[in-house]
């Protein structure tokens, strides 16, 4: 399973990171497992708010002490130790879906498929991208006698971020679009904790089918004092992609008659 932030922590304790890897051990064992096993623990699937409620306010206070724990020991925002925990709220909200337990689909940050093209011997190679959060399927490719291929099939892909503005949106739509290109049928998404993107330019993306859906899990821009986790959103995002999940082994079926497109 993808726990990125838990890499982040282990790659930083191996280091020695500024000299505080002890301390970020320490900190590793008391506070990040323990978060991590509420979260876990949780039933995201009963779709009740209280639940999300209960995982906005874990994800809140494990915020707030991992924002203490780098301001006193100087620990910067370019290492991401504070976003990388933003980019596995994801998988704690979808390891349990029936389609990612029975192995169908797996969970993936890189290598997803983007493209091919022929190289300069005449064979093929795969355009691989890294993504934040996809939740796909491994494949095998056989193109003409070459060997098989390993590829991931995005079924979603999800850009994460701590905060978008109007030059990150441009990279989002953009990234998005090569993967849509590469596989018409995925879903693509931002989760943010808060949107600095001007309202027009959010209304002008509903139609240039680049992404499917933003969410942004805080009302308003940053602040020093930034409001809560809004559970609502979290819920909102959850059954999104649950659902995105749940209806991709479904056989499209096209009506003789009535809505065709949107079905």
Known sequence: MLYIHESNLRNKINQNYKNVGGEIEN???????????????LDYASKDI???????????EYLEEVEEFSSRHKITSQSKFRSTFIEEISTYLFKDLPLIKNNTFGIFNKNIYAGMKINNQMRIDIIPKDVDFCIGKKVELKIDRAEPLSIIIPIVCVE?????????F????YSSKQIKNASPNVKTYVLMENNEVAKEKIIAARYDNNLNEMFALRTGRRTRNNGPIY???????????????????????VNDAGRLLDR
Request: hydrophobic residues 40%; proline residues 0%; glycine residues 2%.
């Open 27 to 41: 900190f590793y064992h008391d506070v990040y497992m323990e978060y991590r096993k509420q979260l876990k623990s």
């Open 50 to 60: 209280e639940v999300f409620r209960k995982a906005a306010l874990l994800i809140d």
């Open 160 to 168: 994460v971020k701590t905060y978008l503005d109007a030059t990150m």
């Open 170 to 173: 441009g990279e989002v739509q």
């Open 231 to 253: 559970s609502k959103a979290l819920l909102e995002y959850y059954d999104e992609i649950a659902t995105t999940i749940e209806n991709a082994d479904v056989e499209d079926i």
